[in-house]
């Protein structure tokens, strides 16, 4: 299995936009689908976005469809999620997660493999 470190997270007015990072270590990162979930307070954990593993599919939840983008570098071993016009509803714990898997459409945590640490982000309105 894979380990992942996100990060980039942190503290955005409404309106601005953050990258998330998220790097694996292990030599198998190009075998996995690659995705991003959240986490808001009181809530559970829901499907954010997620690439395949040659990067040619990806699938975002309606919530943030024209606003995210998922990315992934596979020399890099990193997966990016670009997060523009951030409201207020944006504010969770992101985590970063790996599946070998087949999925749902939207994929389910159950469904993840690893996962990330978590990075806070934090929508000011």
């Known amino acids: 299995q894979v380990q992942l470190v996100g990060s980039g997270g942190g503290l955005v007015q409404a309106g601005g936009s953050l990258r998330l990072s998220c790097a694996a270590s292990g030599h198998t990162f190009g075998r996995y689908a690659m995705g991003w979930f959240r986490q808001a307070p009181g809530k559970e954990r829901e499907f954010v976005a997620l690439v395949n593993w040659t990067g040619n599919y990806k699938y975002y939840a309606d919530s943030v469809k024209g606003r995210f983008t998922i990315s992934r570098d596979n020399a890099k071993s990193t997966v990016y999620l670009q997060m523009n016009s951030l409201a207020s509803e944006d504010t969770a714990v992101y985590y970063c997660?790996?599946?070998?898997?087949?999925?749902?459409?939207?994929?389910?945590?159950?469904?993840?493999?690893?996962w990330g640490q978590g990075t806070q982000v934090t929508v000011s309105a």
């Open positions: 997660a790996a599946t070998e898997r087949p999925y749902s459409n939207p994929p389910l945590p159950k469904e993840v493999d690893c």
